[in-house]
């Protein structure tokens, strides 16, 4: 008595049981005609046949060792395998256990011209899987190159729209939200704290922290996708301005190599040199006798042997004492008021050249125009599907440069005075020292005796003023605070003689 197994496949998601349902019905018949006795079914479902990575087929292959049955009986050999090389390789498996692969479609003669036929048949097979491969992707590309949605998982802040990704505004809102603050040097952990304090959810739950990252590494909310060392900037419509996109791309890249602790914030990362051998001066920690961890900070140069003998300084002692002091210097009196001054000229300027609200406005007057053309035409009986459309893409964009526009109204409308920007930059010397450090910082220069502190600050003098060097004393603090102003800016330096 002759004896089977029949094995039944079938491509893809867009496929159903149908489909196997007609296979298994088919091989059914074939075995009743000839006397075959079917033991067993293998199943794949939604598998490629250009591979052998298919669970049910490497069982049945493996199942084959037993030597229970005689044949594999497929549909079509297709259903086998659509990749010649492997077919080969397989069924030399399956005969070396005594099994023999039958095709219920394809009359194939057990004869030597039957060998002839089954080659050619699974060349056939391999050349039709190669060319359809071909179609689809030249077809996919072509989707691409329209701006078309090619299918797959639609990221947040993104919706679809007859095939085209859409902005989800609200989504988009909290997008734009998260990078502005990772900008601004929040940590993940925080801006997670503040999205659900405000009750804004991913999915119905707080977003987690590789949700946060992975939407701050996502360049697609730049506008750009790239697919097979192609970008196209026609799909996504960008949600993050380009300037804080590469600004967040460029802090994560910074961090992406173990240069930030999960457990220890070292506040002075980025920021430290060597200023005996120049060489960053980098986090590190150690456990005493006692099993207590400490932290510090050391001398890339001390640590790859280059000579240099700068010594560790306690993490902690190091950190208070800076913040300390940039504390004492950046609260005085005088350096408030120059500041403050300094912010008003820069509100004031940042309001009468506001070449956003101009570029807006010179858009919608185009946008205007070109709807006020084509309410001409209709009026004319020049009425289509194509004017239709192209009214609702006009009104909608019409509708997002009214918002832009307000937007960027309010923000002349909501001037500080000298009062209220006093009282705020009071307030922010008190936020978290990472923030402080990082926006005002430019560089520290360590010695074992002294510390040179570079200021980043942005304040505007006359154009009269180019080069006075202005010195001042704290004998209190045993510091030297040197002033040296260029025609756009102050670069402070302060040395702190320990």
Same mark, same amino acid.
């Given at each position: ?37 079917? $033991? ?45 090389? /492997?077919?080969?390789? =397989? ?23 039957? %060998?002839?036929? /089954?080659?050619? $048949? ?30 797959? =998982? ?8 007859? =095939? ?19 900008? $601004? ?44 060392? /192609? ?31 999960? &457990? ?30 400490? =932290? ?22 190091? /950190? ?53 053309? %084509? ?24 509708? &997002?440069?009214?918002?832009? %526009? $307000? ?92």
């Amino acid at each position: 008595m002759k004896t089977a197994v029949i094995y039944a496949r079938y491509s893809s998601d867009s496929q159903t049981e149908q489909s196997i349902e007609g296979q298994l019905r088919v091989c059914e018949e074939y075995a009743q005609r000839n006397n075959i006795i079917i $033991l067993n079914t293998y199943i794949d479902r939604a598998m490629t046949g250009t591979n052998d990575n298919r669970p049910d087929f490497q069982k049945m292959l493996k199942d084959s060792g037993k030597k229970e049955w005689n044949y594999v009986l497929v549909y079509k050999l297709d259903r086998f395998s659509r990749n010649k090389y /492997e077919t080969t390789i =397989h069924k030399h498996t399956l005969a070396l256990n005594g099994v023999k692969v039958l095709s219920a479609m394809e009359n194939i003669p057990d004869s030597p011209e039957g %060998i002839i036929l /089954e080659s050619l $048949l699974e060349g056939m097979n391999q050349y039709y899987s190669a060319e359809l491969s071909q179609k689809v992707k030249r077809g996919m590309k072509e989707t691409r190159l329209k701006g078309n949605f090619t299918g797959g =998982h639609l990221i947040y802040g993104y919706k679809l729209e007859n =095939h085209k990704i859409m902005i989800n505004e609200e989504q988009a809102e909290v997008v734009r939200y998260i990078y502005k603050q990772y900008s $601004l040097g929040i940590y993940v952990k925080d801006i997670i704290n503040e999205l659900t304090k405000q009750r804004i959810f991913n999915n119905g739950k707080p977003f987690a922290r590789n949700t946060i990252y992975n939407i701050l590494k996502n360049e697609k909310y730049a506008g750009i996708y790239k697919f097979n060392n /192609e970008i196209f900037d026609n799909m996504y419509p960008q949600i993050v301005p380009t300037e804080i996109y590469d600004k967040v791309r460029n802090k994560i890249d910074l961090n992406k190599y173990g240069k930030r602790s999960t &457990e220890v914030i070292y506040l002075l990362r980025h920021k430290l040199k060597c200023g005996y051998c120049g060489q960053p001066i980098s986090a590190d920690c150690g456990t005493t006798k006692q099993g207590k961890k400490m =932290h510090y900070y050391k001398c890339l140069g001390r640590k790859r042997n280059n000579g240099c003998k700068k010594s560790v300084i306690r993490k902690e002692v190091l /950190e208070d004492f800076i913040i300390e002091n940039i504390l004492s210097v950046l609260d005085s009196p005088k350096y408030i008021n120059d500041i403050v001054k300094g912010l008003l000229i820069a509100q004031n300027e940042l309001a009468n050249g506001n070449s956003l609200l101009t570029s807006l406005t010179k858009e919608k007057k185009q946008v205007e125009t070109t709807l006020n053309n %084509i309410m001409k035409a209709v009026e004319q009986g020049l009425m289509n599907n194509t004017t239709n459309k192209r009214m609702k893409e006009l009104e909608t964009q019409l509708e &997002e440069l009214d918002r832009q %526009i $307000l937007i960027e109204k309010s923000k002349n409308i909501c001037r500080l005075d000298e009062s209220t920007i006093k009282e705020y930059y009071l307030k922010a010397l008190k936020l978290e020292p990472f923030m402080l450090i990082n926006y005002l910082i430019k560089e520290i220069k360590l010695y074992d005796d002294k510390m040179e502190i570079t200021f980043n600050s942005p304040i505007r003098k006359s154009p009269n003023d180019k080069g006075s060097l202005l010195c001042t004393k704290f004998e209190k603090f045993g510091i030297i605070v040197m002033y040296k102003s260029e025609f756009e800016y102050i670069d402070m330096q302060i040395n702190f003689y320990v």
